[in-house]
């Protein structure tokens, strides 16, 4: 289907699953419930994954494939941003010209920059990206920002002011990002007995072109351009030596994944439009390495994974505090409580960068391929119990899934 | 004149003369050694033969067309392909996918997007590929990892990556260095059966005597950086020259 | 002039630290392959030992006072220090005062202790893997430590004193010719650029004079050579790391005076020793130590009025700005080896 | 599948996309019972703190963060109280807000725009919070003001000190407790003349952001009125942590005033800096060289240690103020915490309160009728004095302390000492000021959401 063997046309018609119903397995507790603080189907943060899914699966055609390692992602990411904020206040509110021109800029800032750095290799080209990021990053937080020459508004953010053109802004178009109309904040809230589940335009908008860009880059992985993308990681005297010009086709994976930068930056001004500098700066840009390697590098579906990850733990975690543990664990008698919620306490609210940092070092110690692999150990476990145990296939080689 | 015409090369590392003034004419369609005791400057000679370092002076021709100034991916285009002395696959690839991409090299060339193809559908590269694993008797291990074959296996298949270009000139360095005997029999084997069959032209640096005078029908001994003699190996077997800087020490 | 010598100074001091910080890097990167993200974290936990050394030689007991009150009313409690009730005022007084240099003996256990315990616990798994998971361990291993300083030292900068003796500034301009007040410059970052370039000294004394160092200088070239002879280079790697670790945790000592140090001070830090490790070439001990200085030096000229007027925004470019150019007309940076880290 | 709207929580959404002429599925449309957003229909009522608990000023984050709960307690009636006894209106009972009990959630800002707002977001759409409060900088402030607006919450907007809050970025939803740049200056000023003279020449480092540039500007306007000239302006990195490069040329431009526009880590790190060059002990031009920090916190003093000493600056609050509602305040805050608050601290509880009053006063949550009862809000008796929240811009008015680094601290708290409390009549200026965006401000319409 779609030009995908059997095996990749059910992963995408899993993602696409969980994709559409994500505002019900997400919202797995019941609203009034201690353990709602769980969930995590939310606008906001259902609108997170799927951009910064978005973000990683473009990163994971660069690094996954060529090895090539950019440590300056995250500024394609805010040029994106920043192109769809002004065409808001230039132009439209409407989604569909902001998005393309952030693509537009993504690349534009992707072949400019992954030419001069794809001269070199390894660390090289990864301090070469970083460089670029982090000079785009400090230009954009203020010399950019200076009042003769605003273009980035620094440290504030760019927004859309009520004086700003918006030439063809209608009376009757929402007062915010919309498509052909639809805001992107519209919001229906169903309810279910206990539970409530949101369905937001927002996250669907994101979550279509999520599915759209996850194809594209199925598609890629199993092209021939993918294959030599691959062979770029895995042998560059080889692929010289049989007449291959690797330049190029390094440089069409950052663009593309540039690209895709581009879109999730665009995205997120287009759910919430306001472009911050933070989002270049090299911290971002190592979020989307960590996403990448946390869930499987190289692997079709761990990056989503390894961003899902990541960002439920920022916005999960960060937002449990004392008095939520003390109501979770109130059955228990008090000393005891007390005791529990000491012991919890560094872990959850302001610490929750700490139980972040143990994370990843738990993942990578005892899962060298990502989370991917943990799902692949246990999918293994099952068949075994199965009794069906395929160990010829063992030996051989599983392409990249 | 032959497929391949090195004219006045020199090339000097600071104060080393590594190729003093190397001549040297390889006929299309033989099989053609080269020889020398270790910084005869052999490796210096291949890596201008195939563009990585560039000649003080001098010229390299290959079927009349200069070499010199190329890249490597050019000059393979041109129809130069080369097994390197520790094989040279992509070890992250399937054996089938190694075989596929020099075929997908000669057919598309040096660059082309195919970004939206599915490999899978390029069934007369799927077919070349296997019938190229076929003849090398490798289609049983197509879906192998191929950096976990033996080394053996991966000469085979890297010597077999060349000859799916169909290439005019096959360069060898040291095809078998550090093979097990039966390996080197098997890949002395292999180039004999290559060159029985196609119309190539194969190129080979060499340390085993054994390979040289198994294969070769014309050797070139370079000493010092510059070719000692050149003839057939019968009369190489015996020149005196020859003994002295080179057999003489090492028989 | 003496702008222009005032900024060398300040360029001297800014490379100080990165040259440290770049030369451990190097360290534990050339001998053991590993990309070591929570580098920055040692330069860190080695500026909280100077930060624990001086709070435990404050150690107080409280007396009341009862001329005054505190914020609630109640009679003041002063704190005073058990080191001046031991020792008498004045000694006790001292002791605290010279809580960093003392720090320097106290953080060098320290920092081998992490050092080995790092490698040896964690590390060493690690040698094998990829690069990415190393990157990611690493800095794992860095959130998670400085989520514990932060834990028990809080996130405000915790003021560390110099010496009250090395304290104030000294006038060099008079000494070199000047008007008074033309060069004048602090005392401690005069020490800091002294004591750096002892340190940087010693190590490279200690790879090119002893055994040791031949062994781990032999090792850096070719490991597989190295271990072939018999040689059990992992253990001397183990103490290389221990060393980088001790390296780092003394310039992060002696630089807990000139800026308080505070939990994410080593993230600070981290990118741009990577970036000078980077430009000084993959492997290249004198090439970090040189691109050190280099940039700390641009750094600082790039920062004066006359650089920022001509081009706008050049002081918060140029370090990157310079990594640009160095590495795109010298391939591997300023002393770097082939084939480092190039794939 | 049934319809219910008994338990809607975290609901956001457009009215506009009714009317957007496209035949929308009725699903889309405002299925409401209640008019605004996140209107509280059970027991409860939820507040959103949203304070940096990660990064730099997690310190601070945590200081408001102690103050927003104690602020809860004393709502629904814990405690002693505190400022409820001296608060100058009476609409407050201790028994929640509007009968309803007071919870609330916390996020975490990261002292980063993109953080904050998703963090806020995460309150509004899933904690169903109907106001949000905290922060620790002017570009988290902006950021969540512009959100809360569009969102149809109330903000009440923490640490912030650019003029650009209440200035160009003003919002009908935000309102603003803390002090301005532009007060900072117009309070300093005459202290700054009395204790060194109008003959003065400075010389400024700002931090290169929005804050920074705003208050060098205001610093700058006030100083040169009463005489002093400024020598040079210079801006630092944000990400600089080692300023001497730029403290090294300051001796030698002929300037006897050093004014550090910096906050935070990069205060802490250019005073000490300066210090460390001798400046304080210089003399130039025939005067005692000087060091001026326009805005102080306790964190700040704490993290420059014995070199704030004698270094003026401005302060929106202090514990050692001698009032009834700053007594209280420090009482229940002391006793709870066994330390006395910081101005931030001050600052939210005082917002906390304020909210709730303003709402006990209105009757309702909607955001609207809440923002009327704060427009032209007189009160007394939460620390600051007598105070006004103005209804043209939302800021509020109230006296500024200058304060000073003490010579003799008798602990670590009291290591500022208060040397004039500027009437605010001193600090007032139109709303149309063109620091503060000029006639162009507006603070649009109130949103509440429906």
Not at chain 4, 75 to 82: C, H, K, P, V
Not at chain 4, 339 to 356: E, I, R, W
Not at chain 4, 360 to 370: H, K
């Amino acid at each position: 289907m779609l030009g995908l063997n059997g095996r990749d046309t059910t992963l995408l018609v899993i993602v696409a699953a969980l994709a559409l119903l994500a505002p019900f397995i997400l919202n797995p507790f019941p609203t009034d419930s201690g353990l709602a603080q769980f969930n995590a189907g939310y606008p906001d943060l259902m609108q997170r994954f799927a951009i910064f899914g978005i973000f990683v699966i473009g990163f994971n055609i660069l690094f996954g494939l060529t090895g090539y390692l950019s440590f300056g992602h995250a500024a394609f990411l805010g040029v994106g941003s920043y192109a769809a904020v002004w065409i808001f206040k230039l132009f439209t509110y409407n989604v569909v010209p902001a998005i393309l021109f952030s693509v537009v800029i993504g690349a534009i800032f992707a072949l400019a920059i992954g030419f001069i750095s794809l001269r070199r290799s390894g660390i090289y080209f990864s301090i070469l990206t970083l460089a670029f990021a982090q000079m785009s990053f400090a230009l954009a937080y203020s010399v950019l920002s200076n009042p003769k020459f605003n273009l980035t508004n620094g440290e504030t953010g760019l927004q859309v002011y009520a004086d700003d053109p918006q030439m063809f802004h209608g009376d009757h178009l929402p007062n915010l990002p919309h498509l052909f109309g639809l805001s992107m904040r519209a919001n229906y809230e169903m309810s279910v007995g206990a539970w409530d589940f949101n369905f937001n335009a927002g996250y669907y908008v994101c979550a279509a072109l999520l599915l759209i860009m996850f194809y594209l880059s199925m598609r890629i992985f199993r092209s021939p351009f993918g294959m030599m993308l691959r062979a770029i990681k895995s042998n560059q005297t080889r692929m010289t030596y049989t007449g291959l010009n690797a330049r190029p086709y390094a440089l069409a994976a950052f663009v593309i994944s540039g690209m895709y930068a581009g879109l999730a930056g665009g995205l997120m001004a287009a759910v919430d439009p306001l472009a911050g500098a933070e989002r270049m700066q090299w911290t971002a840009s190592g979020e989307v390495v960590l996403m990448a390697i946390l869930g499987g590098t190289g692997t079709l579906i761990g990056p989503i994974l390894g961003a899902g990850f990541i960002k439920y733990f920022e916005n999960i975690f960060s937002k449990i505090n004392d008095n939520v543990l003390h109501g979770w664990f109130a059955f228990l008698p008090d000393g005891l409580e007390d005791f529990i919620v000491a012991i919890l306490h560094p872990f959850i609210g302001k610490g929750w960068h700490l139980t972040l940092g143990i994370l990843f070092m738990l993942v990578v110690i005892f899962l060298p391929g990502g989370l991917v692999e943990g799902g692949q150990r246990i999918g293994r476990l099952f068949r075994r119990k199965s009794g069906k145990d395929d160990a010829e296939k063992a030996t051989q080689s599983t392409p990249a899934e | 004149m032959g497929i391949l015409e090195v004219k006045n090369v020199n090339k000097r590392f600071g104060g080393l003369q590594a190729l003093g003034d190397v001549n040297l004419s390889v006929e299309e369609n033989s099989v053609h050694a080269i020889i020398g005791p270790n910084g005869a400057g052999k490796s210096t000679l291949l890596n201008v033969l195939i563009g990585k370092l560039a000649p003080d002076t001098g010229s390299v021709l290959f079927d009349g067309q200069s070499v010199l100034g190329r890249k490597p991916y050019e000059i393979n285009q041109m129809g130069i392909s080369r097994v390197f002395q520790t094989p040279e696959i992509f070890g992250d690839l399937t054996v089938l996918e190694n075989m596929m991409i020099p075929i997908f090299a000669k057919r598309d060339g040096a660059f082309r997007m195919r970004a939206l193809e599915s490999s899978v559908n390029e069934k007369e590269v799927l077919e070349q590929a296997g019938e190229m694993l076929e003849s090398l008797n490798m289609a049983d291990k197509r879906h192998f990892h191929s950096a976990s074959m033996s080394r053996g296996d991966k000469r085979r298949l890297e010597i077999g990556m060349c000859l799916a270009q169909n290439p005019r000139l096959l360069l060898l360095d040291e095809p078998t260095a550090g093979m097990a005997r039966a390996d080197t029999n098997n890949t002395i084997d292999l180039l004999k059966q290559i060159h029985d069959e196609r119309d190539i032209t194969i190129a080979i640096i060499e340390h085993d005597m054994h390979v040289v005078f198994s294969l070769a029908q014309r050797i070139t001994v370079l000493a010092q950086g510059s070719p000692l003699v050149e003839d057939t190996p019968d009369k190489i077997k015996g020149h005196p020259k020859v003994r002295e800087a080179y057999l003489g020490e090492s028989a | 002039m003496d702008a222009i010598i005032l900024q060398i100074l300040n360029g001297l001091d800014k490379g100080s630290a990165y040259a440290l910080i770049a030369l451990g890097l190097t360290l534990i990167f050339g001998t053991l392959g590993v990309v070591n993200f929570a580098h920055g974290a040692l330069f860190m936990i080695g500026a909280f030992c100077a930060v624990t050394l001086q709070k435990l030689l404050s150690l107080s007991y409280v007396v009341i006072d009862e001329t005054k009150t505190d914020f609630m009313g109640n009679p003041l409690k002063v704190q005073a220090p058990y080191v001046e009730k031991w020792f008498g005022p004045e000694i006790g007084e001292a002791i605290i005062n010279w809580s960093v240099p003392l720090a320097i003996l106290f953080s060098i256990p320290v920092m081998l202790a992490i050092g080995v315990a790092v490698e040896r616990g964690l590390i060493k798994y690690f040698y094998r893997r990829p690069h990415a998971d190393q990157i990611l361990v690493t800095y794992g291993l860095a959130i998670v430590l400085q989520e514990i300083i932060k834990y028990f030292y809080g996130a405000n900068p915790i003021p560390t004193p110099a010496p009250p003796a090395f304290a104030g500034s000294v006038d060099l301009g008079v000494a070199l010719g000047f008007d008074p007040n033309a060069i004048i410059y602090p005392s401690w970052r005069l020490i800091y650029f002294a004591f750096a370039a002892l340190i940087i000294g010693g190590v490279f004394s200690f790879l090119q004079f002893t055994t040791f160092g031949m062994v781990v200088r032999a090792g850096m070239a070719d490991r597989e050579t190295v271990g072939l002879l018999g040689i059990n280079i992992d253990r001397r790697f183990t103490i290389m790391f221990g060393i980088a670790a001790a390296v780092a945790g003394l310039a992060g000592v002696m630089y807990a005076p000139i800026n308080s140090p505070n939990y994410h001070m080593g993230m600070d830090f981290l990118v741009l020793s990577f970036v000078v490790v980077v430009v000084g070439g993959m492997g290249s001990l004198p090439g970090a130590v040189l691109a050190g200085f280099l940039l700390g030096i641009l750094e600082s000229f790039a920062s004066t009025t006359w650089a920022t007027t001509t081009i706008p925004g050049i002081n918060q470019v140029i370090i990157y700005l310079v990594a640009i150019i160095v590495l795109l007309t010298r391939p591997r940076g300023l002393m770097g080896r082939k084939g480092v880290m190039e794939d | 599948m049934s319809k219910s709207n008994l338990t809607r929580r975290g609901l956001l959404k457009t009215g506009a996309v009714a009317g957007s002429g496209l035949a929308l599925p009725t699903i889309f449309t405002a299925q409401s019972a209640s008019a605004f957003i996140n209107d509280p229909t059970g027991g409860t009522v939820t507040l959103g703190f949203n304070v940096p608990q990660t990064g730099p000023y997690a310190d601070e984050g945590n200081d408001e963060l102690l103050a927003q709960k104690l602020a809860v307690e004393h709502l629904n009636g814990e405690g002693d109280g505190g400022c409820l006894n001296t608060f100058s209106s009476k609409a407050l009972r201790g028994n929640g807000i509007l009968g309803k009990k007071v919870t609330f959630v916390t996020g975490d800002t990261q002292t980063k725009s993109d953080a904050a707002r998703a963090s806020a977001k995460s309150m509004i759409e899933k904690d169903g919070a109907i106001m949000i409060n905290g922060g620790s900088s002017s570009g988290v402030a902006v950021a969540v003001q512009g959100l809360c607006h569009e969102a149809g919450i109330m903000f009440m907007v923490g640490l912030s000190h650019s003029n650009d809050t209440t200035g160009k970025d003003r919002k009908a939803n935000g309102f603003r407790h803390f002090f301005n740049a532009y007060m900072s200056g117009a309070a300093l000023a005459p202290v700054l003349a009395k204790e060194m003279g109008k003959d003065r020449r400075a010389y400024h480092l700002t931090a290169d952001y929005t804050w920074g540039w705003t208050q060098e500007e205001s610093i700058v306007a006030s100083t040169e009125a009463i005489g002093w000239e400024t020598v040079n302006t210079v801006k630092t990195p944000l990400a600089s942590t080692d300023f001497s490069s730029y403290i090294a040329p300051v001796l030698n431009s002929g300037a006897d005033v050093l004014v550090l526009n910096h906050y935070g880590g990069n205060m802490v790190n250019s005073l000490t800096n300066a210090v460390q060059f001798g400046l304080l002990d210089k003399q130039v031009n025939g005067k005692d060289f000087k060091i001026v920090v326009p805005l102080y916190s306790e964190l700040m003093a704490a993290g420059a240690g014995e070199n704030i000493k004698g270094v003026l600056g401005s302060m929106n609050y202090n514990w050692q103020l001698d009032n009834e509602g700053s007594k209280a305040f420090v009482k229940s805050f002391g006793e709870k915490y066994g330390k006395p608050p910081s101005n931030s601290a001050q600052t939210c509880y005082s917002q906390v309160l304020l909210y709730a009053d303003a709402v006990e006063r209105a009757g309702s949550f909607n955001p609207c009728a809440v923002g009327e009862a704060l427009e032209g809000f007189e009160f007394d008796g939460l620390g600051n004095g007598p105070t006004l929240y103005r209804a043209e811009d939302h800021q509020c008015f109230k006296d500024v302390l200058v304060v000073r680094g003490a010579q003799n601290p008798t602990s670590q708290y009291d290591t500022l000492e208060i040397v004039e409390v500027t009437p605010r009549e001193q600090v007032m200026y139109p709303p149309n000021h063109p620091m503060f965006g000029g006639d162009a401000a507006s603070l649009g319409e109130c949103n509440d959401g429906a």
